[in-house]
């Protein structure tokens, strides 16, 4: 991408194709995303959004997130939630607290259940096909949608169950997966995923799960998180990367941009600023 600061004018003909719905490229895209003006990238994202919404309609769900398992070998240095296998902490919650939570937020008027958790090897596709189970036999009578297990946990249960990717979502979409949560994403370039989770898997196996997930009619949300390494030239790389995908399978159902909260994490530092999240967002 270059490295060639864009002339005002330049912007203003981005900022109008995308106005009038028009595509950029990653070169434009960088240049908008580090020199446009913010009030007008506010504008300019706030017009596509009522370009494609003119109804002014917003819409959301009510769901809880359970985190299952916290316990995880990967040792991602931006994550401050694992605890290495057998150190003190690590814990699987039983069904029955699984389902305690979901009744609770049904309880509540929630529809929604977002089950993610860390890569333990103690949990194979059992496990989680008897939870997938329990969860729509305990609730048949409810709307409970079942969005779980990003492609880091899908992967990683896969291989330690001995299937394949599409076997794995195949059985568990039999047990009861309705959609997967787009966790793990990071930042989608090797470069930023070699320095902050090594052990984790590469871009391409993300977008080559979630290839998988949209090919079986598993629908995904896709995320972003911001603010550790990344330059902008990663972030739009992993933009283009997700438009690729969404432009060959239509299968995200929405993008999540999230900012890296270095509190007790090995890597450290600072928060993105708010107006790094602004601009993040209308990008
Ligand atoms: S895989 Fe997930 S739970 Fe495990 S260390 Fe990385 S971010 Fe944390």
């Known amino acids: 991408m270059g490295d060639v600061r864009p002339s005002a004018r330049s912007l203003d003909e981005a900022l109008a194709r995308v106005a009038d719905g028009g595509r950029l490229v990653a070169d434009e895209c960088l240049a908008v995303a580090r020199d446009a003006n913010l009030l007008r990238l506010a504008a300019a994202a706030d017009g596509v959004r009522r370009r494609m919404n003119p109804a002014q309609a917003v819409t959301y769900v009510v769901g809880r997130n359970v ?57 194979k596709i059992d496990w989680f096909e008897e939870l997938f189970r329990a969860v729509k036999r305990g609730f048949a009578d409810k709307t409970v949608t079942l969005h779980a297990l990003s492609p880091a946990e899908a992967i990683y249960i896969a291989r330690i169950s001995r299937l394949t990717l599409p076997e794995t979502l195949d059985r568990l979409r039999a047990a009861g997966l309705d959609s997967m949560p787009g966790g793990g994403a990071e930042i989608l370039t090797d470069r930023v995923r070699r320095e902050i989770s090594p052990h984790k898997d590469t871009a391409d196996e993300w977008i080559d799960c979630m290839r998988v997930a949209h090919g079986l009619g598993i629908r995904t949300t896709a995320t972003m998180m911001y603010g550790s390494i990344d330059t902008w030239e990663d972030r739009v790389e992993h933009l283009m990367r997700i438009r690729d995908l969404q432009d060959e399978t239509s299968g995200f159902t929405a993008f999540i941009p999230w900012s890296f909260q270095p509190d007790g994490t090995e890597l450290g530092g600072s928060r993105a ?10 990008v």
């Open 273 to 282: 600023s708010a107006v790094d999240y602004l601009r993040t967002v209308a």
């Open 67 to 123: 985190n299952y398992t916290n316990v995880c070998w990967v040792r991602c240095k931006f994550c401050a939630f694992y605890r290495v296998p057998g150190s003190d902490g690590g814990y699987v919650l039983p069904l029955e607290a699984i389902l305690q939570k979901i009744e609770e937020m049904v309880d509540v008027g929630g529809t929604e259940v977002l089950l993610q958790g860390g890569l333990n090897p103690s949990l």
